[in-house]
């Protein structure tokens, strides 16, 4: 166990990591038949770029996928070990990072915040979308303010979105982390735009909030009734 924490915390044992698993989830897209609703979800959102793009934390491996084209998408990624190797990953599939966190409270500037927030602002001005879990740092499925602000300073609008397939592994942790696994079938399911007036009062703010997490609760159920078609989800391991 003291060697693999060690291996895991090592730069080239993050970077091993990271590498391995771009290219398995790679094996895993394309071994996936996957259904997109809405059907020209593609064409729909894409004339509303830069978006902020929700997901919910522990179901985001295959969000990398979603980018399309000669889009450009950054990604907000925490610094701590895990999220090294999440950026690693990331990075070797093309999408682009900003290492922040989305802690609240005093920890806010400590832990990159402000820092992350001011670069995902800016790479929204510079025509980037930008991706995000919507979650509460260690409350899954309880949205945060955080992507809600960024709507309304940034003027650009929310998608929220969910990717799933049938053959999984949902793991007994706080997020219920999902790892999906190849030679199956997919939903890759996105939710109505939700934009955030520059204006708004707390009152709104937390409307556009719950908006978000209702969205995305639902999209979610949405994916796993399509590729489970049994209207609940099954787990496997």
Same mark, same amino acid.
């Given at each position: 166990?003291?060697?693999?924490?060690?291996?895991?915390? /090592? &730069? *080239?044992?993050?970077?091993?990591?990271?590498?391995?698993?771009? +290219?398995?989830? #790679?094996?895993? *897209?394309?071994?996936?038949?996957?259904?997109l +609703? &809405? /059907? %020209?979800?593609?064409? #729909?959102?894409?004339?509303?770029a830069p978006l902020i793009v929700a997901f919910w934390h522990g179901q985001h491996f295959l969000m990398p996928f979603a980018k399309t084209g000669t889009q450009r998408v950054k990604v907000l990624i /925490?610094?701590?070990?895990?999220?090294?190797?999440n950026a690693i990953a990331a990075e070797r599939l093309g999408v682009e990072t900003i290492r922040g966190s989305g802690a609240h409270g005093s920890d806010f500037s400590k832990k990159g915040g402000v820092a992350g927030f001011r670069a995902l602002?800016?790479?929204?001005?510079q025509g980037y979308n930008v991706g995000?879990?919507?979650?509460?740092?260690?409350?899954?499925?309880? @949205?945060?303010?955080? $992507?809600?602000?960024?709507?309304?300073?940034?003027g650009r609008p929310i998608l929220p979105g969910v990717i799933a397939t049938r053959?999984?592994?949902?793991? %007994?942790? *706080?997020?219920?982390?999902?790892?999906?696994?190849?030679?199956g079938r997919g939903?890759?399911?996105g939710g @109505?735009?939700?934009?955030?007036?520059? %204006?708004?009062?707390?009152?709104?703010? +937390? $409307?556009?909030?719950?908006a978000v997490e209702d969205s995305l609760n639902a999209i979610t159920r949405r994916a796993y009734e399509i590729v489970d078609r049994t209207g609940g989800e099954r787990d496997r391991g």
């Open positions: 166990m003291r060697l693999a924490n060690r291996f895991r915390s /090592s &730069p *080239w044992g993050q970077r091993a990591i990271g590498i391995a698993a771009a +290219e398995y989830l #790679r094996l895993v *897209w394309a071994t996936t038949r996957f259904t +609703e &809405p /059907s %020209d979800a593609i064409e #729909r959102f894409a004339k509303h /925490s610094r701590h070990r895990d999220g090294e190797i602002l800016d790479a929204l001005e995000m879990t919507a979650d509460v740092p260690k409350v899954a499925r309880i @949205a945060g303010l955080g $992507l809600i602000r960024l709507a309304q300073m940034s053959r999984r592994i949902t793991l %007994d942790n *706080w997020d219920r982390t999902t790892v999906n696994l190849p030679f939903a890759a399911v @109505a735009l939700i934009h955030v007036p520059a %204006d708004a009062d707390e009152a709104r703010l +937390e $409307l556009a909030r719950r």
